[in-house]
């Protein structure tokens, strides 16, 4: 049996791990498995990125560069470009991106170029295992006839299953070994061999009955966090109309020590998952005739926030009598979230294409962002990158209105509260003792 003799390798640890993919999911895992003194094999299409791994350096912020040099010392983890070494790997995980298209609709391309790369060089006792979120029914309408194409078949000559990544990248707390591990396989036995390799280095493996189950949990997960961060949008747009303070409310609902979870108020969603995730699903359920509302809706909330930032800091201008047209606007932190310096999917990126095309002049400090790029997606700019200002005391006074798009710790919030004139802070970054000693009117979502 093919599940017996994959299984003996794995526990003999000469099981080959290859994983095709080094980014912030890849890298730890092919780390987890070397440090575990499993062979292992890193696939890139990026040159300068495998260059710089088999160089013993990380470019990922949760790998430290000692780690990955510390597999290279071992002798039995190197990065290549070249895909024919698939055929050396007794495990191939496929860690690649799946983003959407212009359309919102999924991009398979880079999982279906790894199954093409996995289908030239398959052979017999294989365990082949897909992370990257997708929809459910991937792994098997996918990637299953792929392999097969190669004149394989499952359970005799090959095993197929999904496990959803969940890193999160910067966490201090929860990292792979101690993040539960979702699987399903294609077949029992696949499932069943893809778990005992998981169990190698993650403290807890949850097995599911099919790769379709693990596929739909992933995106059950992050589709949960769009539609309640979509609630608190409206809700902050509800309190907003009310005259109640949004985050007070909040605060006090959070105070339910069951059955609430706080979800906060923001200018959108960005990042590479929670804006894209759902649309996965969604798109999956269309073609089974069923149209999710909540997606869509949360899609339409979360997706419409940038405009109402906008319109907040118009309002808040206008009883400056000041119009957004000429208007000198400075955003302080674009990143998508806190502290960190991704600008994927950024709302930032919105609100300034938004203010920059009612005429204001717009300028930004992010002590992560040294520059920020538009592509032809905006109003205007694509192709004319902004640079990160210095927040100097005349950079301050010189706005009609500073947005606090993302609350970046370390930002000095006490000095723009006493130089600036108005301040729209759109993540409850200003405390009330901040807000109570402020210079500067406040307003808030
Ligand atoms: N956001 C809000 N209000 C909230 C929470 C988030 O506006 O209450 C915004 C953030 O500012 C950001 C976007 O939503 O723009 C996404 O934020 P996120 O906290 O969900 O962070 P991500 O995008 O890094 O999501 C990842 C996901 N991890 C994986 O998919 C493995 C998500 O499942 C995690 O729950 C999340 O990290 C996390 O908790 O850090």
């Known amino acids: ?91 191939v995980v496929i860690c690649v991106p799946t983003p959407l298209r212009k359309t919102k609709d999924p991009d398979m391309s880079y999982i279906l170029a790894a199954g093409e790369q996995i289908k030239k060089y398959a052979r017999r006792g294989q365990l082949v295992i897909l992370e990257s979120t997708t929809y459910p029914g991937t792994t098997d309408e996918v990637l299953q006839p792929m392999i097969e194409e190669a004149g394989l078949k499952l359970d005799e000559d090959f095993l197929l299953a999904f496990s959803p990544e969940r890193v999160d990248p910067g966490n201090p707390q929860f990292q792979t070994h101690n993040i539960p591990k979702v699987v399903g396989g294609v077949t029992k036995d696949s499932g069943e061999a893809a778990s005992f390799l998981y169990s190698q280095i993650v403290d807890q493996v949850h097995f599911v009955s099919s790769a379709r189950v693990a596929e739909a949990c992933k995106l059950w997960e992050n589709t949960f966090r769009a539609i309640n961060i979509g609630m608190a949008n409206e809700m902050a747009k509800v309190c907003n109309a009310l005259g109640i303070d949004t985050w007070e409310v909040v605060r006090a609902a959070a105070t339910k020590p069951f059955g609430f979870m706080a979800f906060y108020p923001g200018p959108g969603i960005g990042g590479h998952c929670i804006p894209l995730d759902p649309h996965y699903l969604s798109w999956k359920a269309r073609q089974h005739g069923f149209d999710s509302q909540f997606i869509s809706l949360a899609e339409q909330v979360n997706s419409g926030m940038p405009k109402y930032v906008v319109k907040l800091v118009s309002d808040a201008l206008n009883t400056e009598k000041k119009a957004v047209n000429g208007a000198r606007i400075l955003i302080l932190g674009v990143a998508y979230k806190k502290d960190i310096d991704d600008m994927r999917e950024s709302p930032a990126l919105s609100v300034i294409d938004l203010l920059r095309s009612k ?60 130089l600036a004139s108005l301040v729209v802070d759109t993540r409850n970054a200003l405390n009330e003792e901040l807000r109570d000693g402020s210079k500067a009117k406040v307003v808030r979502l």
């Open 359 to 418: 005429g204001a002049e717009v300028v930004y400090h992010d002590p992560f962002v040294p520059e920020v790029h538009f592509d032809h997606a905006y109003t205007i700019g694509a192709g004319d990158p902004l640079f990160n200002s210095n927040l100097t005391d005349d950079l301050i006074k010189s706005t009609d209105c500073v947005i606090i798009c993302t609350e970046h710790s370390g930002v000095d919030y006490p000095r723009v509260l006493q």
């Open 1 to 91: 049996m093919i599940k017996d003799e994959i299984k003996k390798l794995i526990t003999d640890k000469t099981a080959c791990i290859g994983i095709i993919g080094l980014g912030y999911v890849g890298l730890p895992l092919i780390v987890e498995f070397a440090l575990k003194d499993f062979p292992a094999v890193g696939f890139e299409v990026d040159e300068k990125k495998t260059a710089d791994i088999n160089a013993g350096k990380s470019h990922i912020v949760d790998v430290s560069s000692e780690n990955v040099q510390k597999c290279l010392d071992g002798g039995r983890f190197h990065a290549t470009t070249d895909f024919a070494e698939l055929e050396n790997c007794d495990v």
